[in-house]
């Protein structure tokens, strides 16, 4: 069955470091694949997306591709601040599939 | 905006009562969700509907039951609470068809059962 596997926290970093969550996925076909942030005490909203082979989804200063050779999609963002301390999930949906199977999560803490 | 809204932030219930949780979503969305959000485990789908009336169970649907009979509505029935129940319960909503769609979730309800 579809699975995501991210990379376990959790994360602590300075404000303006360099910030990678590693995240991995099997499934058949070709997913659309998601990241998701929690920010403390809120739902989860979608951070971004991407939908093929090659695409990179950005914002926020975000970004990630979807590399199918490695199955990966692993979140960067180049300086983080205080204010992106949240839990971040990975997510996968296949075609013709209206569920999205999620990672476990990683909680990241940036201190001043 | 999209807005999915969750009728309780925080619940407190005892063992063997019957809980209801309720979800509105505003956008008419075809699909709902409930999932629960336990630490290390992430996010799990407890039950799904792609329609009125249709229901879909999730990977671990037993101890609860849903209901919808509007398309706005989604309620999750928790039939006789028990302690391994006390989790944080996500709705969430999302267009049919096309797996680019997103889902949309609501602020979470952290049900406590004693």
């Known amino acids: 069955g579809d699975s995501v596997t991210q990379m376990e926290g959790p994360v602590t970093l300075s404000e303006e470091a360099f910030l990678t969550i590693n995240c991995t996925y099997t499934a058949t076909g070709y997913p659309s694949l998601f990241w998701y942030v929690q920010y403390p005490g809120e739902g989860l909203q979608l951070l971004l997306k991407?939908?093929?082979?090659?695409d990179k989804g950005s914002n926020k200063g975000f970004e990630a591709t979807y590399r199918k050779e490695t199955t990966s999609f692993h979140l960067e963002k180049g300086s983080v601040q205080v204010s992106d301390s949240a839990v971040y999930f990975c997510?996968?949906?296949?075609?013709?599939?209206?569920?999205?199977?999620f990672g476990t999560g990683t909680r990241l803490t940036i201190i001043p | 905006d999209v807005k999915v809204t969750q009728s309780s932030r925080y619940l407190v219930k005892r063992t063997g009562e019957k809980v209801f949780l309720e979800c509105v979503q505003d956008?008419?969305?075809?699909?709902m969700f409930w999932y629960r959000q336990d630490p290390g485990l992430g996010l799990r789908l407890i039950y799904f509907?792609?329609?009125?009336?249709?229901?879909e169970k999730g990977d671990i649907p037993e101890g609860y039951s849903v209901s919808r009979e509007k398309k706005e509505r989604f309620s999750l029935i928790l039939e006789s609470a028990s302690t391994n129940q006390t989790s944080m319960y996500l709705c969430a909503s999302s267009p049919g068809g096309g797996s680019s769609y997103e889902q949309y979730f609501g602020p979470g309800t952290r049900l406590t059962v004693t």
């Open positions: 509907s792609y329609d009125v009336k249709m229901k």
């Open positions: 956008m008419d969305h075809e699909n």
């Open positions: 991407a939908t093929k082979a090659d």
């Open positions: 997510a996968l949906r296949r075609r013709g599939n209206e569920k999205l199977t």
